[in-house]
């Protein structure tokens, strides 16, 4: 197979790495919400039954492609009641940060 793969293509150089949520994840709150209380909660179109059984306020129209969902607490404890309530074995993974900083997720420890 890579035989016929070197046939066809030609090497172009180049450097590629990875890149995890969570460091995606860390640049956005950053930039922002660097002031803020946020619960990061992934995969929510898998979720979305879940999330409204919570009462968690969904944009359907622009939810269908998204892989986050930003929810903007007012309170540090709120954020961390909600990530509290999602469990992630019934719903989605979920992280709280808090002023630019990672708090907790939603996996027992």
Avoid: R
């Avoid at 035989?3 to 995890?20: K, Q, R, T």
């Avoid at 994840?25 to 990061?40: E, G, K, P, R, T």
């Amino acid at each position: 197979m890579m035989d016929e793969l070197d046939e066809h293509y030609e090497y172009i150089p180049h450097i590629s790495y990875a890149v995890s949520y969570k460091e995606l994840i860390s640049m956005w709150v950053d930039l922002y919400h660097q002031d803020d209380h946020v619960v990061i909660i992934y995969d929510p179109v898998n979720h979305m039954d879940y999330l409204k059984l919570l009462n968690i306020e969904l944009d359907e129209i622009n939810l269908y492609e998204s892989k986050i969902l930003t929810v903007h607490m007012i309170d540090v404890d709120d954020a961390l009641d909600l990530c509290k309530s999602l469990s992630h074995t019934e719903g989605p993974f979920a992280q709280v940060w808090s002023l630019g900083d990672f708090i907790t997720d939603n996996i027992e420890k």
